[in-house]
């Protein structure tokens, strides 16, 4: 009795005993200028949930439905090679912007409470999956000057190829163009957690249409990690890294009301960051500046 080659190949399959690969791994936890450090620092303070405008007093139960964006630079060479206390290029450009909703929801006492989710849906090779909220109010408001406090948070990852990418991977492992023996193209994990408390103030030029250019000072505190998942040489890499840090920002810019329900809002952010460069001994600032903006729409 003949058995078909099919069966056969999925029997075969069925009883064939996995092929272990071992893992490697070394984790560390990094000083906050550590090239490694200032890169999750870098990619995280470009999540920052950063006001675009002044907190106000809205009506109980009040609903805003905003679309920000904002630009995410892109690094040289010189700036990507950040693995291994900055001896190894990692791949940090994939998506020239960084966008995600937002809904603010009006409380009482003139407070209010902003909520943002980035599902994980993958984008220029980046799976993201990020929930931040602010909760806010105004200290002062007399026209034209406003003066409010906002306390933001943020919780998530991003995953996708950091370590070992497709300009490495299309060499063999071992080569020049391949180095550290990537495989394939890794799935790399970087949680993006930090705590904030911003003050902005704002003044509203009624003679302009109600223009109000507005400016604000953050502390942060950035709780940041990565996660290797890199098949390398046969090994498959699972180390950890991670890093906490305090970080101060400042943002300036001004929002327009187009109509009493639609309000744009643009702005430019900066926030320094200490980082080492090996072979040099030096700390240099190797800040974030990137320009965002806001269209909201109230309900």
Sequence with gaps: MRVPACVLLLLGMWTAPAVAVDIYRFDEHLDS???????????????????????????????????????????????????????????LNHSPIFARPRVTIGLPWRTALTLSYVPPLRIAGLKPHLFAFALERPVYERDPLTVGLRFYGQVGKVTGPITCYSDVVKYPPGSSGNPYGC??????????????????????LEGLGGLTPWASVAGNFLDTEAQVNALTFGYRDRSLLTSESW??????????????RINVSIGVFYSPLPVVRPPYAGTDNDALLNARAMVSYEF
């Design 247 to 260: 970080s101060f920002s400042t943002s300036a810019g001004a929002s327009y009301p187009l109509s009493d």
């Design 33 to 91: 200028d550590r090239p490694e450090a200032w890169a999750m620092n870098y990619f995280t303070s470009i999540t920052l949930l950063s006001g675009l405008s002044v907190p106000r007093s809205r009506e109980m139960g009040s609903v805003e439905i905003a679309a920000e964006a904002g630009w995410i630079p892109s690094q040289s060479q010189g700036e990507r090679t950040v693995g291994f206390n900055g001896t190894k290029e990692e791949d």
């Design 183 to 204: 495989e394939r193209k890794s799935s790399d994990r970087a949680a993006q957690r930090y705590l904030g408390l911003e003050l902005s103030a704002a003044w509203r």
